[in-house]
């Protein structure tokens, strides 16, 4: 598991200066073929942060994480869950730049990319983290599981900044949701409404406390 207390480099920026140095970071070669640096967007703090993989040619061309085609998908998922995805969610991917070709990001670059992963979730200090897709779920559960069983399931973490565990749900990333038509109970994307809805619940909980 990622250690989400670790001292980095970057421990004691704000979040705006943080962002300052991610947007020129030149830390692996994905620098050489971006267009911009995509750091994330939502409030800061922000209950719900979500972990994509990586942007691709929209995200790389407006500086926005989750905006093309996938990202749409997304959104709609957020709405039919009753999340409003610009006031109630703070996005970000493992690497913070474009893979050429869309390609799955290298453990050498998700490892590059890990000491702003670390800061920008101390700074968000979510409640819930959603791991979209494998590469999400590698990065920080550290392990080798398949997005296919645990997706949906909750990982309860201790952290520094509550008393209440940290919750972590890994979900189907919206890019393989765009390949499967079927919305009937018990297909790709029913199961994802399901998961985002148990979110959505998990909102209300820690409301209440
Ligand atoms: N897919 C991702 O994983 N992240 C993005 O930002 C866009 C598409």
């Known amino acids: 598991m ?9 421990s004691d920026l704000t979040y ?24 994330g967007t939502g409030p800061v703090p922000c209950d719900v942060m979500v972990i994509g993989e990586g942007p691709g040619e929209q995200e790389d061309l407006h500086g926005k994480p989750f905006i093309g085609k996938a990202g749409q998908l997304l959104t709609k998922i957020f709405e039919s869950a009753g999340i409003e995805r610009e006031t109630q969610v703070y996005i970000t ?8 070709k869309n390609r799955t990001p ?24 959603i791991l979209l897709g ?3 779920l590698r990065d920080v559960l550290e392990e080798s599981l398949p997005i296919s069983k645990v997706r949906g399931q909750w ?17 189907l990333h ?18 994802t409404l399901q998961d985002m809805l148990e979110v959505k619940t998990t909102m209300g909980f820690y409301k209440t406390l």
């Open 106 to 129: 290298f453990a050498s670059e998700m490892e590059a990319c890990k000491p702003y992963l670390i800061r920008q979730i101390q700074l968000v200090q979510p409640k819930i983290l």
């Open 16 to 39: 705006e200066s943080f962002a300052a140095i991610c947007k020129a970071c030149t830390k692996c070669a994905l620098h050489e073929t971006r267009t911009q640096v995509v750091v």
């Open 174 to 191: 919206p890019s393989y949701l765009l390949r499967k038509q079927s919305k009937e109970k018990g297909s790709p994307k029913w199961l």
């Open 134 to 136: 494998a590469p999400s």
């Open 2 to 10: 990622l250690v989400f207390n670790k001292k980095t480099e970057f």
């Open 93 to 100: 991917n493992t690497v913070k730049c474009r893979p050429p």
């Open 155 to 171: 990982y309860k973490v201790p952290v520094d900044y509550m008393t209440e565990p940290f919750y972590i749900m890994p979900m």
